[in-house]
């Protein structure tokens, strides 16, 4: 699969429920918060990407589109970016 493939998409019928994994955790982030309160734990949620081309804005909403607090900029799988 090309990477800049779209993904497939498929129409959901009505009344179909979405689940997260973990609830989301939406308490404000302090000076003293632990690492795992600001990054995104690997262990608990897969990784996400974008790549060198998106804007801020792009990967911002990316990010809370994931529920994430980092992403991975990939020019190429599977090279992570400099």
Not at 57 to 82: C, I, K, N, T, W
Request: proline content about 9%; charged content about 15%; cysteine-free.
């Amino acid at each position: 699969m090309d990477p800049r493939d779209s993904l497939p998409t498929h129409l959901l019928v009505a009344g179909t429920t979405l689940m997260h994994a973990r609830p989301w955790n939406d308490e404000p982030v302090q000076l003293d918060s632990p690492a795992l309160a600001v990054m995104t734990d690997l262990t608990q949620i897969k990784a996400a990407t974008t790549d060198p081309a998106s804007s801020l804005q792009q990967a911002e909403q990316a990010m809370v589109y994931l529920g994430v607090r980092m992403l991975f900029v990939l020019s190429q799988m599977p090279q992570l970016e400099d």
